[in-house]
């Protein structure tokens, strides 16, 4: 489920209400369009409820990190996944709730911003170990003592803040939403000696929209991570606060209503295991190929789609890709029309290699077990658009046949 965010506009301060994924913003009020920077420190506070004699400075702020995202994992002999959308409790303390439950989406949150008050604490268990609860949740790994996990990757995550607040009378701990006790502050008390005030690098940071090469507007969708300059026919992406271009293509079309759909071409190094050819690719996956002369000096590129779908789809897109490779044609830089935006970048592309090379392994027994010797080494992304067929319920590339259903790539837009 989704998070909704109700903030100020960054150039004329008007009320905004914003999803959790929204990255360009246009204000309707004074119609400047703004592009939220990425950041992994997003934090935002639930609303409150406080009596006429609390007052919003004795306010005590606690941590819960949300994620959100799909989790893919090697185990045995299958290669498994799940959504996982879920909360947990930033300190160690066994009296306030380990989960925030339906209440992020169930309300409107807002940012933290410099004149916030109140009390914050600060977060004592580590992020890594949020990861392995939100695994934990879902009970994926039930069978963990049976069987093996040779591989597990996050993908797509959405990893945020969120402070539940509380206050304290009478030497009791209450809830600042529902006004009920929790605990006792005896209890609590080292959690508050351990809390700062806002701060200022805690407000959500923005950049203007305007193409670093020519100065035009850079256009997107309200989610898009890459943004496109009409004027100049570039591509960009935001990286530390500024906008950088990417490197792009499009595979053309003989048809004029094909949709075009953005992949990351990954290509890249591996120690452990030599991964460098195409034909490298077909002898350890074992596929059921003729591996032909000029297969040993085609580089080998992962195709990883560049927008949120649903794990199950994703694997088996990105799989037909790359096992289909040598059928795709050499793209060019040329208008992308009727195209479909990016929506997740190219460091979450990298996250799904391994996934996608189990997909597609056939000889699991044997090869499984030598995920764990691969490293990954430098890699480069190029976002290419590849032309697809609408049918009434799937969409087929032109040129590999692979499928994705339509539903699947509604249901993305919502993860």
């Known amino acids: 489920m ?120 600060h977060q004592s268990i580590p992020t890594k170990a949020v990861f392995a609860h939100a695994a934990l949740t879902v009970d994926l790994f039930k069978e963990r003592n049976k069987k093996t996990i040779y591989h597990r990757a996050f993908v797509g995550e959405t990893i945020s803040r969120i402070y539940q607040s509380y206050y304290v009378e009478d030497d009791n701990l209450f809830d600042a939403l529902t006004n009920r006790i929790v605990g006792h502050r005896s209890t609590f008390e080292r ?8 701060k200022a690098s805690w407000e959500p940071q923005f950049i203007t929209t305007i193409c670093p090469a020519c100065g035009g507007l850079l256009l997107g969708e309200r989610d898009s991570m890459v943004l496109q300059c009409s004027n100049c026919e570039s591509m960009w992406h935001e990286h530390k606060r500024q906008f950088i271009p990417v490197d792009w293509q499009v595979v053309a079309s003989e048809s004029r209503d094909a949709r075009y759909l953005p992949f990351w071409q990954v290509i890249f190094t591996t120690t452990g295991h030599d991964l460098k050819s195409f034909a490298d690719f077909l002898r350890f996956t074992n596929q059921p190929l003729v591996i032909l002369q000029k297969y040993e000096t ?30 795709i044609p050499k793209g060019e830089k040329r ?63 032109e040129h590999t046949y692979a499928t994705i259903q339509t539903a699947a790539m509604r249901y993305g837009r919502a993860l």
């Open 298 to 327: 085609q580089a080998l590129v992962f195709w990883i789609p560049a927008f949120k779908i649903n794990p199950k789809a994703f694997l088996q897109i990105s799989s037909q890709l790359t096992v289909a490779q040598p059928r």
């Open 191 to 198: 959690h508050i000696d351990k809390s700062c005030s806002s």
């Open 335 to 397: 208008r992308v029309k009727n195209g479909y935006p990016v929506t997740l970048d190219s460091k979450e592309a990298n996250q799904a290699i391994k996934s996608v090379l189990a997909k597609t392994t056939l000889s699991r027994e044997k090869k499984f077990s030598m995920l764990a010797k691969i490293r990954l080494g430098e890699s480069r992304c190029v976002l290419s658009y590849l032309p697809f067929a609408a049918q009434p319920h799937d969409l087929i590339q």
């Open 2 to 121: 989704d998070v909704t965010i109700e903030q100020s506009c960054p150039s004329c301060g008007a009320s905004i209400v914003l999803s959790e994924d929204d990255r360009l913003i246009r204000c309707t009020y004074c119609d400047v369009h703004n592009y939220k920077i990425s950041s992994a420190g997003n934090r935002y506070i639930l609303p409150t409820k406080l009596p006429n004699h609390i007052k919003d400075d004795q306010l005590i702020f606690a941590p819960y990190l949300r994620f959100k995202g799909s989790i893919f994992y090697v185990q045995d002999k299958e290669v498994k996944h799940k959504i996982v959308d879920t909360t947990r409790l930033g300190l160690d303390d066994k009296q306030l709730p380990v989960s925030l439950g339906l209440r992020p989406q169930a309300m409107k949150i807002t940012p933290i911003v410099s004149a916030t008050r109140g009390a914050f604490i």
